[in-house]
């Protein structure tokens, strides 16, 4: 084996390696990171200030993501404060979000919602945003996955609860 061909060899044997997590640090949020997980509930809490927000046609609030989805306000707003929830337990953080989901009671309802309201809610969302900054990439996205799999089996339970119910009634019949 000549020179270049254990060169070849050796380079090829680095490119094989996958990169890695390194487990000895915290991997923060870039700042790139921190405005698409931020942007769409700021940009929706703007709209709510200004009194001009995008809606479906039965009237529920929408608002766009980074791709540019839309999704309806409030479920979506609920789910991010359930996974944040659960961040913040994690961390032991004390982060009341309970006034983000009076916000999304009262869009809900269809009652007025006052600029006071919506820049509490604003400021909530700024410490969640400190907050994140400080926190493990990593370990932030195993925490939203375990809530998107939770919030999914709660979804499923009232299904598959009813499938159980017209299997049993079939059965005495």
């Known amino acids: 084996m000549n ?8 380079r ?4 094989e390696i996958k990169p890695r997590r390194n487990w000895a640090k915290i991997n923060r949020p870039m700042l790139h990171e921190v405005e698409q997980v931020f942007a769409p509930i700021d940009r929706f809490l703007r709209q709510l200030i ?15 993501d980074m791709e540019g989805d839309l999704y309806e306000a409030t479920p979506a707003v609920r789910g991010f404060v359930s996974a944040f929830e659960r961040i913040t337990a994690h961390y032991q953080l004390e982060i009341d979000l309970t006034l983000i989901i009076k916000l999304c009671n009262k869009l809900d ?10 820049d509490l809610c604003r400021s909530l969302i700024d410490q969640c945003r400190t907050a994140y900054r400080n926190m493990d990439v990593y370990q932030v ?6 809530e998107l799999i939770d919030l999914e089996f709660k979804r499923l339970k009232p ?9 049993a009634d079939e059965a005495h019949i």
């Not at 927000?53 to 039965?58: F, K, L, P, R």
């Not at 996205?141 to 375990?146: Q, R, Y």
């Open 12 to 15: 090829a044997k680095r490119m």
């Open 50 to 64: 200004t009194g001009f927000v995008y809606c479906t046609e039965a009237g529920a609030p929408v608002f766009s």
């Open 3 to 10: 020179r270049q061909m254990r060169r070849e060899a050796a």
């Open 141 to 146: 996205k195993s925490l939203v996955n375990t």
């Open 109 to 118: 309802a269809g009652m007025p919602v006052t600029e006071a309201h919506v």
């Open 159 to 167: 299904e598959q609860a009813i499938r159980a119910g017209a299997r």
